[in-house]
């Protein structure tokens, strides 16, 4: 068999940064953007798209710069998708719970990636493409870039209105924790994942023929580990609690998004590259090193996959 693709995880303005060295010719950025085609094409690399590219590309202020990103984006991932977090978590809690409690789970892994341009999303209203062309270029371009703005603005409604409840929430921890330990806020954040959350680990908890007691059963690590054996809310209690640090700057919805993203990348893909900021705090909750995740801010390390 040949070998697996790399997956190459990359922040939306990294992707701005392509399309710009593509659109303006950039020799010395071109060759970046060439690299990667060549690559993608001879099965080596895979860059993944995910909910929130798609919802921070297709709504860029120049209409024309929309299209040209989303196209560039679209084709050199392959239409190769990560799937939106509500719809994966439930599975990986439930993975969580049994291994947590020693038990095999009677099932394959949960899979991360699809091909489908609809990223797992649930829509109420009928979709004007089957579900054979969502997972083509033409698919995923037509249905991301020629919907109304009002209709992406009422696909993306409950995203927003998660965020701004997010956002509240992890304001008031970092408030009400302030004054503690770096690792007592740490576990204030695993609790209220785990509250948020507890809807999911009750179904999961019934499923094993157990109930919110047998929690009780076990020791504090492994009810810390019910919620960091989950990989994207392990990398979101690390993360989050890093930026709580930064005092004086309070938490907003593009810190969401930034965390939302990184959480599922960082574990799932083989290279991450985004903002430094982000870099930072990857490696200083040694992230990288516990998933085998390479992260970078420099696009330039494209040329060395």
Not at 24 to 52: F, M, W, Y
Not at 234 to 260: G, K, M, Y
Not at 293 to 303: K, R
């Amino acid at each position: 068999m040949g070998k697996a693709a790399k997956k190459v995880y990359l922040d939306t303005n990294k992707w701005i940064e392509l399309e710009r060295a593509q659109s303006e010719n950039d020799a010395s950025r071109r060759q970046i953007v060439d690299h990667v085609l060549s690559q993608v094409e001879k099965g080596l690399l895979c860059l993944p798209l995910s909910i929130t590219h798609c919802d921070e590309m297709v709504k860029h202020g120049d209409v024309k710069k929309r299209g040209s990103l989303w196209r560039l984006a679209t084709h050199l991932s392959g239409c190769c998708a990560m799937l939106n977090k509500p719809k994966l978590l439930p599975a990986l809690i439930e993975e969580a719970v049994y291994k947590v409690f020693g038990k095999q789970l009677d099932r394959e892994p949960a899979e991360v990636f699809t091909r489908s341009g609809l990223f797992g999303l649930e829509f109420k209203e009928p979709l004007p493409l089957t579900d054979l062309l969502m997972t083509t270029e033409y698919g995923w371009n037509h249905f991301w870039l020629d919907m109304p703005d009002e209709m992406h603005e009422r696909l993306f409604e409950g995203l927003r209105v998660r965020e701004e409840a997010f956002v509240k929430r992890r304001n008031e921890l970092k408030e009400t924790f302030r004054e503690e330990s770096y690792e007592l806020r740490k576990r204030a954040y695993v609790a209220a994942l785990f509250l948020d959350m507890q809807d999911h680990y009750l179904r999961s908890l019934t499923r094993l023929g157990k109930n919110k007691m047998d929690i009780e059963t076990l020791t504090m690590e492994d009810r810390i580990r019910l919620v960091t054996e989950v990989p994207p809310l392990d990398v979101e209690v690390s993360l989050a609690t890093q930026h709580q640090q930064q005092w004086d700057r309070p938490e907003v919805i593009n810190d969401v998004r930034d965390i939302n993203h990184l959480c599922m990348a960082i574990p799932y893909c083989d290279v991450v590259i985004t903002e430094l900021y982000w870099v930072d705090k990857i490696q200083r909750e040694k992230l990288d090193k516990k998933y085998g995740t390479q992260v970078s801010n420099d696009l330039s390390l494209l040329l060395k996959l």
